[in-house]
Each structure stands twice: as structure tokens, then as C-alpha cells.
């Protein structure tokens, strides 16, 4: 049996080489060792609705109607592996890798016999990584055996159902068609040419998808579809959006069907646009078919989707633990595929608005953005909204906040405008933050520890801000920005009273007014399937007016996994010219940086960080914490080794340059599914010990 199949085939005349690395080369991995890709060809400027287009697709929607496009093929038989991940997202902005909280691996028969269709579960298994006691709709635990039809049906019509598919007989009226790119596959047994069509509604205010078909252009067959659909399309109101990837290969040099499938449907409250996003990713690969086997009529009955109805079917289908084989699949929990969807998707619906949530709702960043207590506000209380603009990407984001011992209002506005992969903004606001660029501790702890106990791990200025800015999507990853603004800065004072003990005095950090320019260059991670992964953050800074001044900052992370443990290494720097402002100076020391030495001891106007960590799971007794949940019968050990220096310090402040590099030894523990992380650790040069409880910072921009 010969096998060929197509990957992504998208081609940027600007960025050939980029293309050529991202897309072509992971195409080689369906290809049999026989076949081989041709030059792509470089087609026209991309025109909706051409005549040449609109008869490709003619041909496709005829074609889909004969059955799998070949009479001569009666049945077939094959199975399908799958996993699907259930994954919680938070923080501000959303741009953090999400955490696994369940992972369910699945092994399924599937028989097809002219149009009709079974699926029977053999093999199911699970594992909790996080208390949930979410369960799937039924059509989640199996594939898609027909493309969908002629209506696409997802989550068994509760989530979308009855949208028009674009090859289907009312295809052609409800969208448009653009021909993009093409490419040329060299096979055995001839040459296959795929043409890939970009598909939009002719009306989004209808239930229709949004995304990419690639057909085969001799026989118009259907070889890829990347999609995503209307916000009218979504039934259940807290979809926020669902993506769907259906890839199909090509048997015995004449059949058509599915391979690798995968699809990812996002939730989040409709009420509140709070930074905390539910997300469930299944993917799915088909392969040993056996094709025209004689099927029994009696295999059909009963539902579509049969076989287990809960998690078991024994261990002797597995060949390893579901933990090892989740470490070692890397593209199931990998978000990037989805995210480099999305933003394929976005550029082709240019401003219109995507996704199925409320475009106005009550918005807050965090819990500590409705309550907080620090030293120079003492309770500060805050909220703020969401306000869209009906069918657009256009949005204004007000907020609003007190403090109660400073009698200081605070707040912001944001106006926003989206197109393809760009954004505008508008900002003004009056924020009162921490200094660092490197948060060390959950907000919620934070306020506890101020309030109980007098222990503030903050140092506080007052900021007025009203500037400009664009960013620009690189990539599913990469994310540019341009920001340019009037900045104030101003000293706060201590103003409020713990319930124990008493705060010190916040440092003078204010020194006037500046024009700034900003710009930053970020790479977010791309999940945590990844054996190798390297992400972070730079940022370039200017500052003219009340003393000019240059700052550069940057961070990376890199992360490598190995038989069930990670290196993860962590390193960021930072240095500001003579004339550096003092609320954009750099401090280290003690908790979140160098655990063992006093907090935030180190700063000046040069500082860096650099943190080796081994992390490995062992095994602890599980304690019950209901039906659903335990703390969970693994705990991540985790040796460190830290080291950080600063210099060039600012008079007045409290922090000083720390005499050289100050290295810090330690162990942290992770516990109670990850949630809880203690650090312990010594100061090398002094023998000072120092020990922190915290929640683990995969979690800080939630609280």
C-alpha cells in the first residue's frame, strides 16, 4: 500500500526561506521515501472569486458528492489513536503555555460501508494532573470519517451544528473563494498538485466557518481543511472559539481518506473577561486501513460512537504509562499548530470579530485587580469592562480602582482596533506598581502576608501614562510592539497599618515627567509537550526630557526534557544609562530571585540572574480530597543552583550593588498536583538560609 499525504503549504513570497523551514520540512515526515516536493509555484496576486477558483471548487462540491470520489471503494476498516488534553490558560493576556489538568488516551476501531459510519472505543485511560471533574461529549472520543458532510456538526450539536460546509451543493453561494498557493508533489506513481483556497463568509453575521481547503487539482479532492467558524456559528455562549485541522492521505494512489485530525475548543465566562481560559485539544492518527473488507451489517447498530462509555478496557493495550507516553508525543499539548491557526484564520476575516463571547462584559486582570492590600494603598478595590463593537475588532477597555489609606484614585483607558495579525491602541492610565520587571510572589500572598503580618515584597511608584501603541503577530509565538507615550512618575508614601507588626517606608522612586519610547520582542512558550524550548522576552527603552536615558532588558528561558525529568534554566539581565530613572533601576536578593540572600538587598542600574534548576517527579502517598480530586501521588524535586549580581547603584535607594556575583544554592519541592512550591535555599558566600511557600508562578497572574 502506498500512502501519501500533504502538511501545510502556505507560502510567503516575502519570507520564502522562513516558509521553506516551517512548512516544507515537516511535509517530508507524510511522504513516502520514494516521493518528493517540487518548487512551489508563485501564483498571482491573491482575487476572490475568479473564474479558475470558482470552478476548482465547482468540481470539489460535485466531486464529495460521489461517495469518497470512487464508487470502486465499498468499506474499509482501521483504527485510530488518539489523546485528548483538557488544559486551563490563565493570566494577563492570556499568553502563557496553558497547564494540563487531564489527559485521556484513547484506541478506536472504525468501519466505514458506503456513507454510514462506526466507531467503537477498545481502549480508554486517564490520568488527573489537576482537581476536574470535566467529562466529554461523546463525538470528542471519536474521529471525523466523512469531512463533515454537508453541515458540520461538532459536540453533539450542543457546541455548532448545521453550519454550511464550503463544499457542500450551498458551498458556493454562502462564501468566498481566493486561490493563495500551490505545490507540487512528486510521488511513484505521478504528480499531485494541490492548490490551497482560502475560504470566507459572504455574510459573517451567519453561521459559517472561516479558513483553508487544499484540493488535490486533478481530481478536486478534498486533501486538508484548517478551520475555524462565525462567533453566530457557536451555540453554547461560552465558547470563546473552536479550531479544527482534518488532514487526509492518499491510499493505493486513489483513495482519499483520514489520517491526522485535531481540534482545540476554547471556553471562558461570559460574564466576566477574567484571564482564566478552559480549553480542550484532542488529536487524533488513522492509519492501517484495510480497505474493502466485508463489514456485517449488525457492526452499525446502536449509536455511531460505541464501545467503552468510561475509562478501562484493561492495561494490556498500553505499552507505557499514559505520564511517559504524554512526554514523549510533544505535538498533542503543543499549542503552537493551534495558535498559527488562529492567526492564519485572523488574516483572512481582516477586522471582523471572531470570537463567540460577549463583546461587552465586566473585565478584571486578576483577583488582586479587584482586591489587594499593599503598604501604600492599604485595601485597594477595583473593576473595570469590556465594550466591542458589534461584528469588529474594535474594543475599549475602562478600569477603575481606590485605595482605601491612600484616598488615591487610580485607572486606565484602553481603546483598541485589530486587523489580521495587527493591533492599534490607545492608553492612557494612573497605576500605582511594583518596580520590577521580574514578579516574586503571587499577588493573593502578597496581600496576606502584608496584611497579617507587615511583610510587603513590593517598592511602589505612581505612574501616569498616555501614549500610542501597534504590535504586530510574527507568528502562533512571536509578538512585536511599538510603544511611544508621555510618562510621569511620582514617590509614594506609606500610608497604611498592618494587623501585625509595621511596614518600612516605601522607597523614593518618582523623578518626573519623559517622553518614552519602547520596544519589545517577545516569544512565548510553546507548551509543555515540548522536549526543547526556548522562549523570553526583550525589550528596548528611551527615554528623553527630565534626564535622558537608555535601558535594554531581556529574559530567556530554555527548558529540556529527559526520561521524565527537565532542565530548565532561566536568565535575564538588564543595564540603564547614568541617567536611568530610579523606578526602572533593577533589584534582586531573597524571595523569587535569590532565596537564602535578604530581599531585594542588590540593585543599580546593571544588574542580571542566572537559575539552573533539576526537576524530576517522586513518588508520595495521595490523600483523598473528595470525589474527584487528591493532592496528587507525585512531587516534583527540584535542585537549583542561582547566581546574580548587580552594580551601579542609585543613591537614595535602599538596594546597593552586591560586591560581585552572589550565588545561592537550594531544593525546591512542588506539591499538591503542583500547585504549592516551597524554596530552600543558602547563600553561598555568607551561609545566610532563607525559605519561601508560595503558589507555583505558572498560576501568579490568575491571583
Known amino acids: 500500500m502506498i500512502r501519501e499525504s500533504v502538511a501545510s503549504l502556505r507560502l510567503s513570497r516575502l519570507l520564502t526561506l522562513l516558509f521553506l523551514t516551517s512548512h516544507l520540512f515537516p511535509l517530508a515526515s507524510y511522504l513516502s521515501p520514494h516521493d518528493r516536493l517540487l518548487p512551489l509555484t508563485l501564483l498571482a496576486a491573491q482575487t476572490w472569486n475568479s473564474a479558475g477558483t470558482l470552478s476548482l471548487v465547482q468540481r470539489a462540491v460535485e466531486r464529495r458528492q460521489l461517495v469518497l470520489a470512487d464508487s470502486s471503494l465499498k468499506s474499509y476498516r482501521t483504527r485510530a489513536h488518539g489523546y485528548l488534553f483538557f488544559l486551563a490558560q490563565v493570566g494577563e493576556g492570556l499568553s502563557q503555555p496553558p497547564r494540563l489538568v487531564k489527559a485521556d488516551e484513547l484506541q478506536v476501531e472504525v468501519y466505514w460501508k458506503e456513507g454510514r459510519s462506526k466507531q467503537v472505543i477498545r481502549g480508554w485511560r486517564d490520568g488527573r494532573f489537576l482537581p476536574t471533574d470535566i467529562t466529554y461529549h461523546r463525538d470528542h472520543l471519536g474521529i471525523v470519517t466523512n469531512n463533515f458532510g454537508n453541515t458540520i456538526r461538532i459536540g453533539e450539536g450542543d457546541e455548532v451544528r448545521d ?71 457557536y451555540l453554547d455562549r461560552q465558547l470563546e472559539d473552536i479550531s479544527v485541522v482534518l488532514e487526509n492521505a ?62 478501562g478496557g484493561g492495561d494490556s493495550m498500553w505499552s507505557e504509562p499514559l505520564e511517559r507516553a504524554i512526554a514523549g508525543v510533544a505535538q498533542p499539548v503543543n499549542r503552537q499548530d493551534m495558535e498559527a491557526l488562529r492567526a492564519e484564520v485572523e488574516r483572512i476575516a481582516a477586522s471582523r470579530n471572531l470570537s ?160 518614552v519610547t519602547r520596544v519589545t520582542l517577545e516569544r512565548s512558550s510553546g507548551g509543555i509537550g515540548l522536549r526543547r524550548d526556548l522562549w523570553g522576552r526583550f525589550s528596548l527603552e528611551a527615554g528623553t526630557g527630565n534626564g535622558d536615558y537608555l535601558r535594554v532588558a531581556g529574559d530567556a528561558s530554555w527548558s529540556v526534557r529527559w526520561r521524565g525529568s527537565e532542565l530548565l534554566t532561566h536568565t535575564w539581565v ?36 542566572l537559575q539552573l534548576e533539576w526537576r524530576f517527579p517522586v513518588p508520595i502517598p495521595a490523600l483523598g480530597l473528595g470525589a474527584f480530586a487528591t493532592t496528587g501521588n507525585r512531587m516534583i524535586l527540584a535542585p537549583f543552583l542561582s547566581a546574580g549580581f548587580a552594580g551601579r547603584a542609585l543613591p537614595l535607594l535602599p538596594w546597593h550593588s552586591s560586591d560581585g556575583i552572589r550565588p545561592v544554592g537550594g531544593v525546591a519541592i512542588e506539591w499538591f498536583m503542583r500547585l504549592i512550591r516551597i524554596e530552600a535555599g543558602v547563600g553561598l558566600r555568607d551561609g545566610h538560609f532563607g525559605i519561601t511557600v508560595d503558589v507555583n508562578r505558572d498560576w501568579w497572574g490568575l491571583l
Open 574 to 609: 538588564g543595564s540603564g544609562t547614568a541617567r536611568l530613572p530610579p523606578h526602572r533601576s533593577f533589584v534582586l536578593g531573597g524571595r523569587g530571585t535569590l532565596v537564602g540572600e535578604p530581599f531585594r538587598a542588590y540593585g543599580g542600574r546593571t544588574a542580571g540572574l
Open 163 to 233: 453550519v454550511v460546509h464550503p463544499l457542500s451543493p450551498e458551498g458556493l453561494a454562502a462564501y468566498d473563494f481566493a486561490l493563495a498557493d500551490s505545490a507540487a508533489i512528486r510521488t511513484a506513481q505521478g504528480e499531485i498538485t494541490v492548490y490551497q483556497i482560502e475560504v470566507r463568509p459572504r455574510t459573517f453575521s451567519q453561521p459559517l466557518v472561516v479558513g483553508t481547503l487544499y484540493l488535490d487539482v486533478a481530481t478536486a479532492e478534498l486533501v486538508r481543511f484548517r478551520f475555524s467558524f462565525t462567533p453566530a456559528a
Open 356 to 515: 463567540g463571547l460577549p463583546g461587552t462584559r465586566l473585565a478584571a486582570g486578576s483577583l488582586s485587580d479587584i482586591v489587594r492590600v499593599n503598604r501604600v494603598q492599604g485595601l485597594a478595590l477595583g473593576f473595570g469592562g469590556r465594550i466591542g463593537v458589534r461584528g469588529s475588532r474594535f474594543l475599549v477597555h475602562p478600569t477603575i480602582g481606590y485605595g482605601t489609606s491612600d484616598d488615591r484614585l487610580t485607572g486606565s483607558l484602553t481603546t483598541s482596533w485589530s486587523s489580521g495579525p495587527w493591533q492599534l491602541s490607545l492608553q492612557g492610565y494612573r497605576e500605582v506598581r511594583d518596580i520590577s520587571d521580574w514578579p516574586v510572589v503571587a499577588p493573593l500572598t502578597n496581600s496576606l502576608v502584608a496584611q497579617e503580618g507587615g511583610k510587603d515584597h513590593g517598592d511602589y511608584v505612581l505612574l501616569h501614562w498616555l501614549g500610542a501603541g501597534v504590535r504586530h503577530r510574527l507568528s502562533g509565538r512571536s509578538v512585536a510592539a511599538l510603544d511611544l507615550g508621555r510618562e510621569e512618575s511620582r514617590s509614594v508614601a506609606t500610608t497604611a497599618a498592618p494587623a501585625r507588626g509595621h511596614y518600612g517606608p516605601n522607597p523614593p522612586l518618582g523623578s518626573g515627567s519623559r517622553s
Open 250 to 311: 492518499r491510499f493505493d494512489n486513489r483513495y482519499w481518506l483520514p489520517r491526522r485530525q485535531e481540534i482545540e475548543i476554547r471556553r471562558r465566562a461570559t460574564w466576566l473577561d477574567f484571564p482564566a481560559r478552559g480549553i480542550i485539544r484532542g488529536r487524533w492518527e488513522i492509519e492501517d486501513y484495510d480497505l474493502n473488507p466485508e463489514i456485517p451489517p449488525e457492526v452499525f447498530a446502536g449509536p455511531s460512537i460505541g464501545g467503552l462509555f468510561q475509562p
